[in-house]
């Protein structure tokens, strides 16, 4: 096991170097030099579209699922009253042509 610095606890790491660059940045500060602010506000950019795309969707999907049940529901319950009122009918038609209430 190789003996441990004298600065153990508060030694700074080494940098970390891309070797696949001719001259690549020593530290952060020459990174950071160089960097432009527009790459990272297109970044932002299209990921909110793309949240904001996903969640529009999900959102018309779930009302349109709604509008389609509210009519379903709607439609099943005027042909309901309308059966309903088709068998009083036949029930009372029926109760009045009986033979047995004629005697």
């Known amino acids: 096991m190789p003996p441990r610095r004298a600065c153990f606890p508060t030694c ?29 506000i297109g970044t932002v950019g299209i990921l909110m579209i793309i949240i904001l795309m ?25 042909v309901q009253k309308e059966n309903g009122q088709r068998e009083l009918l036949s029930k009372e038609s029926s109760s009045s042509n009986s033979p047995n209430e004629m005697v």
């Open 12 to 40: 700074k790491p080494p940098e970390k170097r891309d070797f696949m660059q001719s001259n690549p940045e020593l530290n952060a500060t020459d990174f950071y030099r160089n960097y432009d602010p527009v790459v990272g």
């Open 54 to 78: 996903v969640s529009l969707k999900s959102i018309i999907r779930c009302s349109i699922q709604k509008y389609k049940l509210w009519t379903y529901d709607r439609k099943l319950n005027q």
